[in-house]
């Protein structure tokens, strides 16, 4: 009996891990009534913190919103979880399970394509450069002998690769583990310029102690499309999610919500990102689609 009682447990075990890997996120929420979103702590106005365990922005709006709705789908009031994620666990954290909608600051490329799906894109972001106002800087090029920063696990560090190879500018990489530890690199004066999605950059800027101290710099360094991720072949949610996103535009609500957290003030210090949105993302929200940056390139 007790044999056979063990190889129950062992069965049941098995089951219910097959399950996890094979159901889709519908099915799991459904079951465990409960859903989990991966947030950034400081991916600008798109995702950020405001201490106490409590996460807003832009994605995290837009990612509210497709929970309503998968909540509608199950029938059900689901328990939403707030995990924290990096730019260098963020796709593992989705592809087993932890994370079941990614809503930060994560640009979609082929390379991880192959690893995870993303819904349409919400937000097109140009890369550039930020450094102190009066530091001289005005592009690239004047980055020769300078420490230069960037996120690691991010796509922004592949640009800098690319930028150095192409004009031969020969710069130092400092790393921050996340984006307030980049930004604090070039506001300590540990790195002299800080390399990444412009909408973080300004973000940042924003809520740092004198904003005046820093301005965005040079040219765009590469355009990327920025979108929410989920597990791969997860055609429900995928379809859920899209359907969401192509409601709130076409009810104006995503250009509401772009006005609500790029252009007006926001918490906790009622600061203005002050970015208008742009014709890409406007391209973006007319012409729905999950294009990786590399199509982006073509153009």
Avoid at 56 to 82: M, P, S, W
Avoid at 139 to 168: D, F
Wanted: aromatic share 6%; net charge positive; with cysteine.
């Amino acid at each position: 009996m007790k044999k056979q009682l063990i190889a129950l447990a062992v069965l049941a075990a098995t089951t219910g891990s097959a399950f996890a890997q094979t159901a889709s996120t519908l099915d799991k929420v459904k079951a465990s009534g409960a859903i989990t979103m991966g947030v950034r702590e400081s991916s600008g106005a798109l995702s950020y913190t405001l201490g106490d365990g409590k996460f807003t922005g832009f994605h995290v709006e837009v990612c509210q919103r497709i929970i309503a709705d998968v909540e509608k789908a199950v029938g059900k009031k689901l328990e939403v979880k707030y995990q924290t994620v990096t730019s260098q666990n963020r796709i593992p954290l989705v592809q087993n399970g932890t994370v079941d909608i990614e809503c930060g600051s994560t640009t979609n490329n082929a390379t991880r394509q192959k690893d995870v799906s993303f819904l349409n894109t919400t937000f097109v972001e140009e890369v550039r450069i930020a450094v102190k106002a009066n530091s001289g800087i005005t592009s690239i090029a004047q980055l020769n002998g300078k420490n230069v920063a960037t996120t690691t696990g991010t796509t922004s560090v592949q640009t800098l690769r690319k930028n150095e190879r192409a004009t031969g500018v020969d710069f130092k990489e400092v790393f921050g583990k996340d984006h307030a530890d980049s930004f604090l690199l070039l506001e300590t004066g540990r790195a002299d310029a800080f390399v990444m999605d412009g909408a973080i950059l300004a973000g940042n800027i924003a809520s740092s102690k004198t904003p005046a101290d820093f301005k965005i710099v040079g040219e765009v360094l590469s355009v990327e499309p920025i979108a929410i991720m989920i597990r791969k072949d997860d055609a429900a949610l995928k379809k859920l999610g899209n359907d969401t996103i192509a409601g709130m535009v076409k009810s104006g609500d995503m250009a509401k919500l772009w006005d609500k957290w790029f252009v007006q003030p926001i918490p906790p210090k009622n600061t203005r990102v002050g970015l208008p949105v742009s014709e890409s993302t406007k391209t973006a929200w007319a012409n729905l689609n999950d294009k990786p940056m590399e199509d982006y390139a073509k153009k």
